[in-house]
């Protein structure tokens, strides 16, 4: 097995720590209409002063990208064919585990009154590292665990360090679900120490990986009971809980959380993988397919609903269904771009088909096959979706030619006095910069989706940045001059608006900002 490290650090690591993060003024109380997503009008408004609101893939044939890679303690994990014949007794309790999350599992929701059409997360920003956090419930006895979210990934993984419960089952080697997992799965062959959900003989091995720190490792892949809530609102008192008796996920480490926010002890994959949320969950409670995320900034809340969910309902008196979104499809990279990963194995992270980008409904002038996915050259470039990527990282071309064109439409607005606050390199005066109902008004950034008839509209809510000494910053990030892939939206750019991920019909819904109708994540409501 080899491993190549990787040194360069995330660009936006130097600032995370440092600007004040600041929050729009809430929305009001009164029911309104809803209002057409049309461009404010041209700025300078009143002044901008809102209140402070507190490329990776290891082959187990097996490919190593770059990443860091810490090897589980006490435990060995061998790469094994598929092919591999794993004991009578073995493959027994493999089928009656597929069963359970096959039938199971489905038959505990079908014993409620009701049947489960969603099932919720509650999702927080961690304003310390720009991490999107959430929480749920897991073991027997049930116990609260708190896990970053995160749009790539196998499957969900937490810190088996200390792990204790008593309905834990382990996934034997060379079982259905274990050759599932990866098209060459691992093997956890010897354990020195006792008998726990970290160090177990003869059990599927997974390489649940920090998508943060880029640090990957071996680690025992188990089922376990996992509860959600089955309702969301603005209230402290969470809802009646869903269970899965049998959830599948992977066993890291304590070392592995490191760079995570403080308390998270994992990470929560909503991906397309097989063992992601999404694709468990609907299996579990026979719901379709899809989710919807809706990112808050520091200090509010915001959520992820699974399943059916005939609209989604926003205070005041807000509600959009599917006929409310704008939709466009949901590509896949033929190239896995995880740090783990089987030859043959295609990308799980969410790629769109950005073929151009408008800065005030000018077409910025840029090299538009940096924005395809490039198969002859391993899958390099296009665009996907991250939310682990605090800001929106673009190729250097790319970068300068939005910079560039940005700071054209805007040369009337001073910039601030201050040098830039790293790793922002065009800044304003904010207090010489207008305001609007969806943020500083600025010229808006249009990512243009497939043939140009749907376009992505960021606002100054979304594309502007608060740092510290009252500057205002364009939050994109400069990702260097052959980054794996030459776009990705981060998180700052999907805040507050409702993005739904339908992996049945491979399309994403999005919704442009909640703030055009006076509601933003944090009013949701589910039940």
């Known amino acids: 097995m080899q491993t190549h490290a990787q040194s360069a650090e995330p660009p936006w690591t130097c600032c995370l720590a440092q600007p004040k993060r600041y929050r729009l003024p809430a929305p009001p109380t009164a029911t309104t209409g ?3 997503a049309s461009r404010p009008a041209a700025f300078p408004f009143r002044p901008y002063s809102p209140p402070p609101y507190k490329d990776r893939s290891m082959h187990a044939d097996i490919i190593t990208s770059h990443r860091h890679h810490v090897p589980h303690a006490h435990t060995h994990i061998m790469a094994r064919h598929p092919a591999s014949s794993a004991s009578p007794l073995a493959l027994a309790a493999a089928a009656l585990l597929f069963l359970c999350l096959l039938s199971a599992c489905r038959a505990a929701a079908a014993g409620s009154k009701q049947p489960i059409t969603a099932v919720v997360l509650p999702v927080s920003k961690d304003d310390a590292t720009q991490q999107y956090v959430t929480g749920f419930r897991q073991r027997t006895p049930l116990v609260p665990v708190k896990a ?4 790539a990934g196998a499957t969900l993984w937490v810190d088996c360090d200390g792990y204790a419960s008593s309905t834990y089952t382990r996934v034997p080697c060379g079982s259905t679900l274990c050759r599932g997992l990866s098209r060459s799965p691992a093997c956890a062959t010897t354990c020195s120490g006792a008998p726990s959900p970290s160090c177990l003989n003869d059990t599927c091995g997974g390489f649940p990986e920090n998508t943060v720190t880029r640090l990957s490792t071996g ?3 188990i089922t376990d009971v996992l509860a959600l809530p089955t309702t969301f609102r603005p209230a402290p008192a969470p809802g009646p809980l869903a269970t899965a008796p049998a959830f599948l996920f992977a066993c890291g480490s304590t070392s592995l959380t ?6 998270a002890a994992g990470m929560a994959s909503l ?3 097989r063992f992601a949320l999404p694709t468990q969950l609907a299996s579990t ?3 379709s397919r899809k989710f919807a995320l809706c990112l808050p900034p520091a200090a509010a809340a915001g959520v992820v609903v699974f399943g059916d969910a005939p609209a989604y309902a926003f205070q005041p008196g807000v509600a959009l269904s599917a006929t409310d979104l704008t939709y466009t499809r949901l590509l896949v990279n033929p190239v896995s771009t995880a740090g783990v990963s089987a030859r043959g194995d295609k990308s799980d992270e969410y790629f769109v088909g950005v073929t151009g980008i408008k800065v005030n409904g000018r077409a910025v002038p840029l090299n538009a096959t940096l924005l395809a996915i490039d198969r002859k050259r391993g ?6 979706l991250s939310t682990v990527a605090p800001y929106t990282v673009l190729e250097s071309s790319i970068y300068k030619a939005v910079t ?16 830039p606050v790293p790793p922002f390199k065009l800044c304003y005066d904010g207090s010489k910069v207008g305001s609007t109902r969806v943020g500083p008004a600025v010229p808006t950034i249009e990512l243009v989706l497939g043939d140009e008839a749907t376009s992505w509209v960021v606002f100054g809510a979304n594309s502007m940045v608060a740092t510290q000494g009252g500057a205002l910053c364009l939050g994109v990030v400069d990702g260097g001059k052959a980054p794996r892939t030459s776009v990705v939206i981060g998180g700052h750019m999907m805040e507050d608006n409702l993005l739904q991920f339908d992996l049945e019909a491979s399309r994403l819904g999005f919704s442009s900002s909640l703030l055009f109708r006076q509601t933003n994540c944090n009013n949701f409501h589910l039940g």
Do not use: C, Q, W
């Open 285 to 287: 409670f026979r719901f």
């Open 148 to 151: 970053v979210l995160d749009l």
């Open 404 to 419: 560039d064109a940005f700071a054209a439409e805007t040369a009337m607005i001073p910039r601030a006095p201050a040098p």
């Open 258 to 263: 490191r760079g995570l926010a403080a308390g």
């Open 219 to 221: 680690g025992n892949v």
């Open 379 to 384: 899958g390099v470039g296009g665009t996907k």
């Open 34 to 36: 809803s209002i057409s």
């Open 271 to 273: 991906s397309r993988a």
